[in-house]
């Protein structure tokens, strides 16, 4: 129903920034929400930041909050996480989700890989 394209993810150094970006297409899903996750692997995906497409009410996992802000381009149907001070441990794939509410995503993107080396 709902399409989710990630990109922007890439090798970057310890206190460097990168802002993803995750296109929306398919189905319209007024009033839904949408977020970031992120994925090391082996282990299980953690939630990082989410938004609700009509509010724009947000919310950030504490590991994140003050360095990563999440935000979203109706017009482009675009949402963004731009990641500022990025630490070796932010070191993950990185998910875009929607769904209708902040609890409970349905959709997910591909993923797109970020490195962050010390």
């Known amino acids: 129903q709902v399409q989710l394209v990630e990109s922007g993810g890439g090798l970057v150094q310890a206190g460097d920034s990168l802002r993803l970006s995750c296109v929306v297409s398919g189905r319209t899903f007024s009033g839904n929400a949408m977020g970031w996750f992120r994925q090391h692997p082996g282990k299980e995906r953690e939630f990082v930041a989410s938004?609700?497409?009509?509010?724009?009410?947000?919310n950030y996992a504490d590991s994140v909050k003050g360095r990563f802000t999440i935000s979203r381009d109706n017009a482009k149907n675009t949402v963004y996480l731009q990641m500022n001070r990025l630490k070796p441990e932010d070191t993950a794939v990185y998910f875009c989700?929607?769904?209708?509410?902040?609890?409970?995503?349905?959709?997910w993107g591909q993923g797109t890989q970020v490195t962050v080396s010390s």
């Open positions: 989700a929607a769904g209708a509410t902040t609890a409970l995503f349905t959709s």
């Open positions: 938004i609700t497409w009509r509010t724009l009410s947000t």
